[in-house]
């Protein structure tokens, strides 16, 4: 397994807030997980609320845990609730039940790590992810969002 340098995370994470300043979004805060569900970096721009550090963080475990973007994880909740329930209690770590992150992949389609953005819609956390992923050389599985391929 690769892992994600300290450079390709910072380029996802300033990538991610340019296009989120291209759009007029919210205040965002991006982290950057590398593939065992480790905090690689993590920004919160100013004005961005107390708790999107654990928002995140949550949305980026859920994606790893569950190898589908945090969209699709909260979509199984919906199909079962009484599974994700269960994984909350066997985890080791936060899961938040939202939109906005999705897997790293590299380009053998291996998962590196998540990347989990919080602060505007769950649309558009998503969005300005996969611009991030992209920038810095990586891919989106295309399975895991629709429209993205």
Same mark, same amino acid.
């Not at 300290?6 to 759009?23: V, Y």
């Not at 065992?36 to 475990?61: P, T």
């Not at 079962?80 to 897997?103: C, M, R, T, V, Y």
């Given at each position: 397994?690769?892992? $994600?340098?300290?450079a *390709?995370?910072n380029?996802?994470?300033?990538?991610?807030?340019?296009?989120?300043?291209?759009?007029?979004?919210?205040? &965002?805060?991006? $982290?950057?997980?590398?593939? %065992?569900?480790?905090?690689?970096?993590? *920004?919160? *721009?100013?004005?961005?609320?107390?708790?999107?550090?654990?928002?995140?963080?949550?949305?980026?475990?859920?994606?790893? =845990?569950? #190898?589908?973007?945090?969209?699709?994880?909260?979509?199984?909740?919906?199909?079962?609730?009484?599974? $994700?329930?269960?994984?909350? *209690?066997?985890?080791?770590?936060? $899961?938040?039940?939202? %939109?906005?992150?999705? &897997? !790293?992949?590299?380009?053998? #389609?291996?998962?590196? %790590?998540?990347?989990? !953005?919080? =602060?505007?819609?769950?649309?558009?956390?998503?969005?300005?992810?996969?611009? =991030?992923?992209?920038?810095? #050389?990586?891919?989106?599985?295309?399975n895991?969002?629709? #429209?993205? %391929?």
């Amino acid at each position: 397994m690769r892992a $994600i340098s300290l450079a *390709q995370t910072n380029t996802m994470i300033d990538a991610a807030l340019a296009a989120a300043a291209e759009r007029g979004l919210k205040p &965002l805060a991006v $982290i950057v997980l590398d593939a %065992g569900g480790r905090v690689k970096a993590f *920004q919160k *721009q100013d004005g961005a609320a107390l708790l999107r550090f654990e928002i995140s963080y949550g949305k980026a475990f859920a994606a790893l =845990g569950m #190898g589908r973007s945090s969209k699709l994880v909260l979509q199984k909740y919906r199909d079962k609730p009484k599974f $994700i329930d269960n994984l909350e *209690q066997l985890s080791d770590g936060p $899961i938040f039940l939202e %939109g906005g992150a999705q &897997l !790293i992949l590299d380009e053998h #389609g291996e998962v590196v %790590g998540a990347i989990g !953005i919080t =602060g505007d819609s769950n649309e558009m956390d998503d969005e300005v992810a996969m611009v =991030g992923i992209r920038a810095a #050389g990586f891919h989106v599985d295309p399975n895991q969002y629709e #429209g993205d %391929g």
